[in-house]
């Protein structure tokens, strides 16, 4: 399938510590975009889909520990989600003004035009 591709990521809370709810993880910036990952042989065969990650944001607002918590159904999109995810800054959460690694989740929507 030819033509333009566009590509949405949706982030989610994920078990965050109820004290942490109030100062999350920023991302930074707002919305990530895993565009230049997105598998050739994928995009070649029109081949759609949703990945959703999980992952910790770390004190340095880093991303550590990516896995998949839900497949798209193909292990090149999974893949690629996971490396563009490891690529992703983030304001980290805060407790009591300190930065806090948090549990966190997003789903990379992988849609071709």
């Given at each position: 399938?030819?033509?333009?591709?566009?590509l949405a990521v949706l982030a989610a809370f994920a078990a965050l510590p109820a004290q942490a709810?109030?100062?999350?993880?920023?991302?930074?910036?707002?919305?990530?975009?895993?565009?230049?990952?997105?598998?050739?042989?994928?995009?070649?065969?029109?081949?759609?889909?949703?990945?959703?990650?999980?992952?910790?944001?770390?004190?340095?607002?880093?991303?550590?520990?990516?896995?998949?918590?839900?497949?798209?159904?193909?292990?090149?999109?999974?893949?690629?989600?996971?490396?563009?995810?490891?690529?992703?800054?983030?304001?980290?959460?805060?407790?009591?003004?300190?930065?806090?690694?948090?549990?966190?989740?997003?789903?990379?929507?992988?849609?071709?035009?």
């Amino acid at each position: 399938m030819r033509g333009q591709f566009a590509l949405a990521v949706l982030a989610a809370f994920a078990a965050l510590p109820a004290q942490a709810i109030a100062d999350a993880p920023v991302q930074n910036p707002p919305s990530h975009g895993c565009l230049d990952h997105y598998p050739k042989d994928a995009k070649d065969a029109g081949i759609e889909g949703m990945t959703t990650l999980a992952f910790t944001v770390t004190e340095q607002g880093t991303v550590a520990g990516v896995r998949i918590a839900k497949s798209s159904g193909n292990a090149g999109l999974d893949n690629a989600a996971a490396a563009c995810a490891s690529l992703w800054r983030y304001k980290p959460a805060r407790k009591d003004s300190k930065p806090v690694a948090t549990p966190w989740q997003a789903t990379v929507q992988w849609k071709l035009h």
